[in-house]
T-cell receptor, first 113, second 112 residues
Framework: NAGVTQTPKFQVLKTGQSMTLQCAQD?????MSWYRQDPGMGLRLIHY???????DQGEVPNGYNVSRSTTEDFPLRLLSAAPSQTSVYFC????????????FGNGTRLTVT | QQPVQSPQAVILREGEDAVINCSSS?????VHWYRQKHGEAPVFLMI?????EQKGHEKISASFNEKKQQSSLYLTASQLSYSGTYFC?????????????FGKGTKLSVKP
């Protein structure tokens, strides 16, 4: 049981480059979300999705795009990377029904130079 | 709006107790607690629902005072394995357990 899988684990970008962080889950969870983690700032919500075709903004959405074409996948796109986007990114998923915790992926460490 | 966690950091000797607090300025439906080891993903500890219920996980328990929008995490007879950063994640009314708002974390260090 893979759970939540994120790729890549590490990435270095130059300012202005674009890239997509991949996230996939095999638990048939409706809810998926992206968080970024910076030292001393905790986990901040970027975007989330309640199901295929539905996305919404979190606390810090600027500079990021998402889409949800399938239940399993929730990619995060950086259109023009900036040094301020240097961070560790976590994807998470959970059920919408009942009481359920967030299941986190192992994270992607992104450095923008 | 991020909940406020206190203290920011705490150092314990094995066997000592600790309390970590989480306060929100908005009405809460639930509070989730996670622990994160360095370089790893956060790991779920427990969920507290409105009603002030106290939940337990080994020697770790928590309470939720919905009137004060506060939750406290109690670590009893701490072990070395308890070291890490603890985060509370809050769910407001109209929100969802899928888009929790997390505090900045409390770093707990347990020494032999």
């Amino acid at each position: 049981n893979a759970g939540v899988t994120q790729t890549p684990k590490f990435q270095v970008l130059k300012t202005g480059q674009s890239m997509t962080l991949q996230c996939a889950q095999d638990m048939n969870h409706e809810y998926m979300s992206w968080y970024r983690q910076d030292p001393g700032m905790g986990l901040r919500l970027i975007h989330y999705s309640v199901g295929a075709g539905i996305t919404d903004q979190g606390e810090v959405p600027n500079g990021y795009n998402v889409s949800r074409s399938t239940t399993e996948d929730f990619p995060l796109r950086l259109l023009s990377a900036a040094p301020s986007q240097t961070s560790v990114y976590f994807c998470a998923s959970t059920r919408t029904e009942g009481i359920s915790p967030l299941h986190f992926g192992n994270g992607t460490r992104l450095t923008v130079t | 709006q991020q909940p406020v966690q206190s203290p920011q950091a705490v150092i314990l000797r094995e066997g000592e107790d600790a309390v970590i607090n989480c306060s929100s300025s908005k009405a809460l439906y639930s509070v989730h607690w996670y622990r994160q080891k360095h370089g790893e993903a956060p790991v779920f500890l427990m969920i507290l629902l409105k009603g002030g219920e106290q939940k337990g996980h080994e020697k770790i328990s928590a309470s939720f005072n919905e009137k004060k929008q506060q939750s406290s995490l109690y670590l009893t007879a701490s072990q070395l394995s308890y070291s890490g950063t603890y985060f509370c994640g809050t769910e407001g009314y109209g929100g969802s357990q899928g888009n929790l708002i997390f505090g900045k974390g409390t770093k707990l260090s347990v020494k032999p």
